[in-house]
Structure formats: C-alpha cells, structure tokens
C-alpha cells in the first residue's frame, strides 16, 4: 500500500521525468503560458543558441501587460518602448509557432484569464508562466507558478522545469462566509494571518466548506493571491464545479478524451492521512470583509478596525510600518472608513471576470461615483467585455461614471497609461498595494469588487454590508 | 552566466522588511528588451527623485557604498513580481550577493540564474552582518560558495547552507538549458508515455 498523498504530491508525481541523487527533479511542463513583458529575453536566448521551442502546441502566448485599454487602441500603442515589446512577441509567437492572441483577437486578455477561459487550464496539469499571479490556475487543481525569464526560456526549449519540491501546506476555511464577505477578503484575511513570508517554501491546498462553496472564479481569485502570501502555489481539489466550468471549453477534451480525463481528474484529491507540514485553519464565519492600509499586501485589517500604529509591530515591521504610513499618508488611530478616495479601479487577474464585474454593478446600480472621484473598469478579456456589455453591466456601470474600457492588465501595475498620480488615492481590486505598483505616488488600498464599488459611491472606505442592509 | 567562488567587498545594509520587486527595479524599466543596463534604474524610486536627481541619503548614494557588491537586507527580501528585471538589474549595479533571513521563492531562483548568489542566515547572524555593513567601506565581507561561510569584517564566520545543484551550477556558470538537454532522451519517454496515460493534455 502506498503512502498517503497530497493532491501536490499526487500533480507532482505525475510530471516528474527526471530525479538527480540530491532530490532535485526535472518536472514536465502542461502548459507554458507567455506575455510580452518576461518573454523577449528567452525568446532571444533560443535563437541565439539555435533552439527551437519544444511544443508549440503546448505554449499559448497573449500580449497584456503593456496594452492601452482605451478604445483606440487599434492605433497601435504610443510609448514607443511598449510597442517594440508587443511587436516582439508578435514576431516571436509567428516565428515559434506558438499558440496566439494578439491585441486585435476578441479573446485578448489578461493570460491568467485567457489560459482559463479558453479552456487551456485543466484539472491535473502543471501551468507556468513568466508571472507572479500564475498560481490563479491552481483554481482547477492544477500546479500553477510563476517562473522568472531564464526559467521561460528553460521552459521553451525543453518543456521542463528544475525544481526541488515545496513542502505540503494546508489553509482550510470552515463554514459560511456571511454577506458581504467574498472570496477576495478570503484571500487577504489569510495574508493578513500568516504574513507574506508566511507561505515561503509551500504549496498551499485551500480547502474546507468556504472554499467548496465558492464558483470556480472565486477560488481563481483565492490562488492568485497565493504568490502574495509567499507560496509557490496555490491549489484547489477539482470537483463537478471544475468540470462544469471546463467542459465545451475551446481547447478542453471532447468525447471519450473528456471521459477519461474526468475519471483521472476525479482521483486527484488529498488522500485521508496525508501529511501536511503546516496547517492553518480560519472559520468563514470570522472573515470581515477587509481592506489593506499599508504597502504590503499582508496589511490587512476588518474595514470596521483603525489605521494601526508602527509600535503595534514587532521588529523589522515597526520602521516599515511607519514608512508605509508615511507613503500612505495615514495616521494612527484614523477609522479605515474615515479614508477619502480619489480613485476606483475595478479589473486584473484577481478580479477581472465576469461575475466580479456583476458584483460590482449590483453595488452600482442607479448609484454614481461620489463627486471628484473617478473610476476605471477593466475586463479581464475581451470575451468578459462582451459578455459584460451583453448582460447590460457595462451601461450601469457608465452610468455610475466609470470609464468602460477594453481587457488588459492596465491600473494594476501600470505598465500602460492607466496610472495613479502621485499621492491619489484609489480603491482597488488588484492583487498588490506596493509603493509605486500603480504609479509613482499612488495609494493603494486592496479589497473586493463590491467594497470598491461601495467606496466609490460613498467617497471613502466604506463597510459594504452597510449598503447591501439599506437595498435589503 | 559568470562564475561565483570568493568574492570580497563593500556590503550595503538595507534593513527594511519585504523589499519587493517594485521597489528593486520599477515597472517603466521592464518595457526593455535586453538584459543589461539597467544597473543606473536599481531602486530607481528610492534612490532617485521624479526629475532624476540622486536622494542623498538613499545606501547606494552614499560614498561609502556606491561600490558594494553585497547587499544584507532585511526579511522576504525580493517579494512580489517574477520579473527577472530584478536580479538583472543587481547584477548590472555590481551586486553579486544578497544576505537575508528569508527570499521570495522566485526571486531566489532568479538570482541563482544570474550569477547571484542570495544568503539566508538566521537572524542574529543578518543582525550581525548588519552593523558590520553599516560601518561603510572599512568594512569589507568575504563570501565563499566553496565553503559556505560569511566573513564579516571581525572574523566571524557565518556558515549557510546552498542547494548543491545550484551551488554546483553557480561555480562553474553553467547553463542548465544546457544540462537539462543532455537528458532529452528522458523527456521523449516522458512524453510517450504522457500521451498514452493523457491524451487530452
């Protein structure tokens, strides 16, 4: 009888081609996702060695990062450096041979949407990319993570990866989350808990009732935030709701392929009795829905609590505290609710698809951004704009004053012109509030579509439990 | 990728917790296409002002630093983005060690790819190491992948434990585009068999 396994163990045993007597293995890559930002060094690196990409059909490469999402873009892209890098992965995408979708594809997007949606994530895969938020894929059950450029170009050449083996973490959320309270603050309350050194070293499983109960988007939007948390990977057991989601998808199997993936799909669960090397567990009922006031992610407070002070900390945190709220402008003992905002950014990887976007527009519905603030809403794809505009979303959110705008990464890192001005504020669904993560100056603070669209509208930090009790 | 044996220098201590990709080389600098030059951006919004002049009181803009070849940082230094930017941009400075009680995973690994090589020590050693940084050029450190050790300026030697492939790999600025396809063959059953056990992947 053999051991019992983890669902990592069990994604890990399944791609191992090679093992080196000191434990460090060859892994097979499923699926290599690329972009154009950590991309055009490997690519350049093949064809300096005379390399060619080793499984085109397995490597799916969309321009994101540096794409305007202003409806002109069709004009090409001012910012001449921008330019020549999504011209370069153009030209690297036709002379590679790989899989792609250019900026004037519909199914353009964000790649850790895109992957997803188009049925290139499955159950049981391994999925990398040259990103930090590949650990979204971890959704379906399959072992997502980002790689930095000479790991692409590894990837590239040879469909593998040399890694040693992360240790087995398991975040299990019991219960019921309570209204208001979302997969986002899910996410966030846990960084919140373990800090974002906390998961160095791991694979985190979530599971548990709270995590069951989520829609596949949701726990997208819980593993990509694992990267935040320090975590190589973030995973989700598959189950009918995975299988829903992938089912009819373009590039997902059809017929008997899709039986017998099922059947191997249904067995890649943690196993009773197998060994985790940390394990935290958090009540649903617990989780308030959350906000970040500082520049790191694992700043994290119920939006109820007070702007912390840096003696509250311990450590190195104290004098990093106090530089955060220097660049925050905040002060100790100041009411999260009391913050004013100058800006809404409603989008990225985190919290670009369609049923974020719904969330939000039920917020909004007949309501309007408080005066002097502005708003932006960036797709995921062009597929979750068409379907959002479909459904009439896109109208309520005009009519809320929000710019509607076409899919990219955007106000997220704003590698674009999407960009916060020195020392605006914004309330944003984006995955990192470090200092000068949306432009030099920018404030940043985390939190969940419906939070963001309740700030919005009240001007400042609000609790949008006490929105949804005045619609009840 | 250069070799890293011995290497004695000026260390720089940046004792801020969770230095993050952002802060190491900012996003406007990740639209190149190359992987040099960007040793001039390194910490560009801490060491410089909008309009581009030095802030003064920034580590790497003071005299005695504007050389170090080490970095001793404070906990989960490099967290944030997979952007390689990062180590290239360290390496373009001159920087080719990084002392910390712990590294953002990829980060780690990025550096290792570069001829960088990061140190985890616990935390009184990086304390230690700290205030030997802080007393400037006078102070210069030795690090030995060879043995292992730190040598701070008094003496003391600070063992610290390195993966022996990576070790391996970082003594001899070895390619392992180049290893991995030595095991080609590996990769072929692999995929064989793959296609049999899942057809649909």
């Known amino acids: ?472 | 990728m250069d070799k890293f044996t011995t290497l004695t220098g000026i260390a720089a201590p940046m004792p801020l917790v969770n230095i993050d990709t952002d802060m190491i080389i900012p996003k406007q600098f990740l639209k190149t296409i190359k992987r040099t030059g960007l040793g001039v951006s390194l910490f560009d919004e801490m060491r410089h002002t909008p309009d581009g002049k030095e802030i003064a009181d920034f580590v790497l803009n003071q005299p005695a630093y504007r050389k170090a070849q080490i970095l001793v940082a404070g906990d989960n230094f490099g967290c944030g983005s997979s952007r390689e930017h990062a180590p290239w941009a360290l390496l373009d400075f001159g920087i080719r060690a990084v002392i910390s009680t712990s590294f953002a995973d990829i980060f780690f690994n990025n550096c290792f790819k570069n001829g960088i090589l990061p140190i985890v020590l616990p935390q009184e050693a990086v304390d230690h190491l700290m205030e030997d940084a802080r007393k400037g050029e006078n102070a210069r450190m030795t690090v030995d992948l060879e043995a292992q050790t730190v040598t701070a300026s008094d003496g003391r030697v600070f063992p610290f434990d390195v993966d022996p492939f990576k070790k391996h790999c970082l003594l001899n600025g070895l390619d392992d585009i180049g290893l991995t396809l030595e095991k080609a063959a590996a990769i072929d059953t692999f995929e064989t068999q793959a296609a049999q056990s899942r057809p649909w992947v």
């Not at chain 1, 059909?57 to 202003?70: F, G, L, M, R, S």
């Not at chain 1, 330019?83 to 519909?106: M, T």
């Not at chain 1, 002097?372 to 009519?399: N, Y």
């Not at chain 1, 944003?428 to 432009?439: D, K, P, Q």
Request: a negative charge; one cysteine or more; glycine letters at 12%.
């Open chain 1, 1 to 472: 009888m053999t051991a019992p396994k983890t669902l990592y163990d069990k994604i890990w045993d399944a791609h191992v081609v090679d093992t080196s007597d000191d434990g460090t293995c060859l892994l097979y890559i499923d699926r290599h996702l690329v972009h154009e930002v950590t991309s055009p060094q490997a690519f350049e690196g093949l064809r300096l060695a005379g390399r060619k990409v080793r499984a085109p059909e397995k490597t799916i490469a969309v321009p994101d990062h540096n794409v305007p999402t202003t409806w002109d873009r069709e004009k090409g892209i001012d910012n001449e450096e921008s330019r020549i890098q999504v011209d370069a992965l153009d030209r690297n995408a036709r002379d590679f041979g790989i899989n792609y979708y250019p900026v004037s594809d519909i199914r353009q997007g964000i790649v850790h949407i895109v992957g997803p949606e188009q049925g290139w994530t499955l159950p049981g895969m391994t999925v990398v990319c040259g990103d930090s938020h590949t650990a979204t894929h971890g959704a379906f059950g399959a072992l997502a993570h980002g790689i930095g450029t000479s790991e692409v170009e590894h990837v590239l050449a040879t469909q593998t990866l040399i890694q040693k083996k992360s240790k087995n973490m398991k975040v299990e959320i019991t219960g019921h989350l309570r209204p208001g309270v979302t997969a986002k603050d899910i996410t966030l309350s846990i960084i919140g808990e373990t800090g974002t050194a906390g998961g160095t070293g791991y694979v985190i499983e979530y599971c548990g009732q709270a995590i069951r109960d989520l829609s596949m988007e949701g726990r997208m939007t819980v593993c990509n935030m694992a990267i935040e948390g320090g975590a190589r990977a973030g995973i989700i057991a598959p189950d009918e709701k995975t299988f829903d989601y992938c089912m009819g998808r373009p590039h997902a199997p059809k017929g008997a392929a899709w039986e017998a993936a099922v059947a191997w799909w249904k067995t890649l669960y943690t196993d009773e009795g197998a060994h985790f090397d940390k394990v935290i567990t958090i009540r649903g009922e617990d989780i308030a829905p959350v906000v970040t006031w500082g520049t790191s992610p694992e700043d994290v407070l119920p939006i109820t609590a007070t702007v912390p002070a840096p003696e509250d900390f311990t450590g190195g945190k104290v004098e990093a505290a106090r530089r955060s709220l220097d660049y925050m402008g905040l002060t100790p003992g100041q009411k999260l609710t009391d913050i004013k905002i100058d800006a809404v950014f409603i989008g990225s990887c985190t919290n670009g698809r369609i049923e974020d976007l719904r969330a939000a527009a039920e917020i909004l519905k007949g309501k309007h951004l408080a005066p002097g603030v502005r708003g932006m809403v960036v797709p995921g794809s062009g597929l979750v704009r068409l379907q959002a505009e479909e459904e009439g979303l896109a109208d309520i959110f005009k009519q809320a004053g929000f710019e509607w705008r076409l899919a990219g990464c955007s106000m997220c890192l704003g590698m674009n012109p999407d960009q916060l001005a020195p020392g605006e504020r914004c309330a944003a669904t984006s995955n990192r509030n470090f200092e000068g993560r949306m432009g030099r100056g920018g404030r940043t603070h985390l939190m969940s579509p419906v939070m963001a669209a309740a700030a919005g509208i009240a001007g400042h930090l609000v609790d949008v439990r006490t929105i949804l009790a005045e619609t009840v």
